[in-house]
């Protein structure tokens, strides 16, 4: 039986997210994509419980458990990479591996200052006739990929359309800059592979001294912060190769 692959996209997203590689993993890995609480499908966390990495990464261990599911590997995305890092943190995850991952900058990175998605929620109904245009679709997903015209128009509606909808955005997003990764003390017995996108223009290559300690790093040429349409077959081998040096359950 193929052994589970967990995978967690990222801030905004959903686990469609994952859908051009999907076929590619599953030749050789159970393919487990999930929503992250407040994302796609799945309801928030309780008001009580701060959406930190640590938070959304023990939902998610607890959903696998009901599921009969507890030595898995994982790979993420952005913020679904710093959910990754924390499932290994906590002994779920057998190995990690990390696409362009949130949370390894040197100090909080502070509140959001832009208004761009304020703007996108009061225009909300008009946002899908938007982007119908080519040339608008093509500049809303800029952000999460170096080759937008690669994303089909419906996925790239469903990207931008999921950005503005998620419930659970704003606590994650406040969350996500109010704290940051902790590699200090990080369970050596958990690869880690750090996969930076070349082209990303949302997050910066961490610094040698925020990776866990033998962490791989590698780049992914030619491709931006949400890499899964600009190149299906590097994204997908470079997730077999991360998950691959975990050792297989007896």
Known sequence: MSE?????????????I?????PLLAREREVIALDLPGFGGAPSL????????????????????TRGIEGFDVAGNSLGAWVGLELGRMGAARSVTCLSPAGL???PIGPATGTSRIWARRLRPLVPL???????????????????????????????????????????????????????????????????????????????????????????????????????ELVARTLLEGSAASAPVA
């Open 4 to 16: 589970p692959l967990l995978l967690v996209h990222g801030l905004g997203a959903s686990a469609s």
């Open 105 to 107: 900058w040197r100090k």
């Open 130 to 232: 938007a982007l119908r245009i080519a040339p608008l679709r093509r500049r809303a997903l800029l952000t999460f990929s170096s080759h937008p015209d690669r994303i089909p128009p419906a996925a790239g509606r469903e990207l931008v359309l999921g950005w503005i909808d998620a419930d659970g955005y704003d606590g994650a997003n406040k969350a996500m800059r109010e704290h940051i990764f902790e590699p200090a003390g990080y369970p050596p017995e958990v690869p880690v592979t750090i996969a930076w996108a070349e082209q990303d223009q949302l997050v910066g290559p961490p610094r040698p001294e925020r990776r866990p300690a033998g962490a791989r790093f590698l780049v992914l040429p030619g491709v931006g912060h949400t890499p899964m349409w600009d190149d299906p």
């Open 46 to 65: 309780p008001p009580a419980v701060e959406p930190t990495a640590a938070a959304l990464a023990a939902a998610l261990r607890d959903e696998l458990a």
């Open 18 to 22: 994952w859908d051009p590689i999907v």
